[in-house]
């Protein structure tokens, strides 16, 4: 018994992060907070912490509906339990792998820094947008889509093979370039970190712009662009803190006044159902797979952008912008014709 409420206060010190915290407290020698170890120990625990809080405040609100936290509730479980240590493994041996073809050495100082954090930014980018745009990744990528409210538990929905997928090529694109490897560990926490923060829900932060922020940085709003299914929002905005290449690479969406967002996956999904936002893509892909005629279809179906069909009726979510923003425009102009034409009726009658 007491085995088990061991288990149970290492856990919560784990999830929480405050090991090391508790660690100094009781050493009382408080000035290691000023140490990068002491300092981590402060800033990890933060992110947990505010998750709590959100759930607190959504119970204080009755806004709180369990539904809303349960697929990141077992992703959590899961990756805490397996993810996690293939992720250490990859990240370790891309490290090794890759860092005697560097193009050239970088030092840790602060200009590397931004140095290393672009590139790890290209990084990302790669690996997210290929997440969106490989069927098979898709099926890794989709369980962190499938959410249908926003709120910061949605940070620890993923498969828990997407971790690894997405470091081996972030850690291979940084070593390739250079990046030191104790400044990528830097640079994989503040991004986890800040990757955890934008998914923070409307009921903490209402509309998640930042201020003047949100004309330099990727902001909430616009991570909350990227998980709506909305066809003029699908497929944006996939960096993570600062959104250059999103703008190089013209994938960058700001959040419409008038076009509120609705979260999830544009698949009809078993409404909050875990195993189906966990293997729901994987089970689709091997019906389409089987189903296609010829093996190159069959091939194509693993890597070509979901929605597309061998039949020629594609469905990606690059048509349905397409479409969106072609009737939009059509719109646009069909209610200024009929305004030029009241204003000049108007213009007669005052004659
Ligand atoms: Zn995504
Ligand atoms: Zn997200």
């Given at each position: 018994?007491?085995d088990f409420?061991?288990?149970?206060y290492?856990w919560?010190?784990?999830?929480?992060?405050?090991?090391?915290?508790i660690?100094i407290?009781?050493?009382?020698?408080?000035?290691?907070?000023?140490?990068y170890?002491?300092?981590?120990?402060?800033?990890?625990?933060?992110?947990?912490i505010?998750?709590?809080?959100?759930?607190?405040?959504a119970?204080?609100?009755?806004?709180?509906k369990a539904i809303?936290?349960?697929i990141?509730f077992f992703s959590?479980?899961?990756?805490?339990?397996i993810?996690r240590?293939?992720?250490?493994?990859a990240?370790?041996?891309?490290i090794?792998l890759f860092e005697k073809?560097?193009?050239?050495?970088?030092?840790f100082?602060?200009?590397?820094?931004?140095?290393?954090y672009?590139v790890?930014?290209f990084?990302?980018?790669?690996?997210?947008?290929?997440?969106?745009?490989v069927?098979?990744?898709?099926?890794l990528?989709?369980?962190?889509?499938?959410?249908?409210?926003?709120?910061?538990?949605?940070?620890?929905a993923?498969?828990?093979?997407?971790g690894?997928?997405?470091?081996?090529i972030?850690?291979?694109?940084?070593?390739?370039?250079?990046?030191?490897?104790?400044m990528?560990?830097?640079?994989m926490?503040?991004?986890g970190?800040?990757?955890?923060?934008?998914?923070i829900?409307?009921?903490?932060m209402?509309?998640?712009?930042?201020?003047f922020?949100?004309?330099?940085?990727?902001?909430p709003s616009?991570?909350?662009?990227?998980?709506?299914?909305?066809?003029l929002?699908?497929d944006?905005?996939?960096?993570?803190?600062?959104?250059i290449?999103?703008r190089?690479?013209?994938?960058y969406?700001?959040?419409k006044?008038?076009?509120?967002?609705?979260?999830?996956i544009t698949?009809?999904?078993?409404?909050?159902?875990?195993l189906?936002?966990y293997f729901g893509?994987?089970?689709?892909l091997l019906?389409d797979?089987?189903?296609?005629p010829?093996?190159?279809?069959k091939?194509?179906?693993?890597f070509?952008?979901?929605?597309?069909?061998?039949?020629?009726?594609?469905k990606?979510?690059?048509?349905?912008r397409n479409e969106?923003?072609?009737?939009?425009?059509?719109t646009?102009?069909?209610?200024?014709?009929?305004?030029?034409?009241?204003?000049k009726?108007?213009m007669?009658?005052?004659?």
């Amino acid at each position: 018994m007491v085995d088990f409420f061991q288990a149970i206060y290492d856990w919560i010190i784990g999830f929480f992060g405050i090991g090391n915290f508790i660690k100094i407290i009781n050493s009382g020698d408080y000035s290691s907070f000023l140490t990068y170890d002491g300092f981590i120990s402060i800033i990890g625990p933060l992110f947990p912490i505010v998750l709590v809080l959100e759930v607190l405040m959504a119970l204080v609100l009755r806004k709180f509906k369990a539904i809303d936290y349960k697929i990141s509730f077992f992703s959590y479980v899961l990756n805490a339990f397996i993810g996690r240590f293939i992720s250490i493994a990859a990240i370790v041996f891309c490290i090794g792998l890759f860092e005697k073809y560097a193009i050239f050495k970088t030092t840790f100082t602060w200009y590397w820094f931004i140095y290393g954090y672009i590139v790890w930014e290209f990084g990302h980018f790669i690996y997210h947008y290929l997440g969106h745009k490989v069927r098979l990744f898709w099926c890794l990528h989709s369980t962190h889509h499938a959410p249908q409210a926003m709120n910061l538990s949605v940070s620890y929905a993923h498969f828990f093979l997407e971790g690894p997928y997405a470091d081996v090529i972030r850690t291979t694109v940084c070593i390739l370039l250079g990046v030191n490897p104790p400044m990528l560990f830097v640079i994989m926490f503040v991004d986890g970190f800040y990757g955890g923060f934008i998914h923070i829900g409307e009921q903490l932060m209402k509309d998640g712009k930042l201020g003047f922020l949100y004309k330099y940085i990727l902001t909430p709003s616009h991570h909350r662009v990227h998980h709506a299914k909305n066809p003029l929002y699908m497929d944006t905005n996939f960096c993570n803190l600062l959104n250059i290449w999103d703008r190089v690479f013209g994938t960058y969406q700001p959040e419409k006044e008038n076009l509120s967002i609705e979260y999830g996956i544009t698949r009809e999904m078993k409404p909050n159902s875990f195993l189906d936002s966990y293997f729901g893509e994987f089970a689709c892909l091997l019906k389409d797979v089987y189903k296609a005629p010829g093996l190159k279809n069959k091939f194509l179906y693993i890597f070509m952008p979901p929605g597309w069909s061998h039949t020629g009726d594609h469905k990606t979510a690059t048509i349905a912008r397409n479409e969106f923003l072609k009737m939009e425009h059509a719109t646009i102009q069909n209610e200024e014709e009929p305004k030029f034409n009241a204003d000049k009726s108007k213009m007669v009658i005052q004659e």
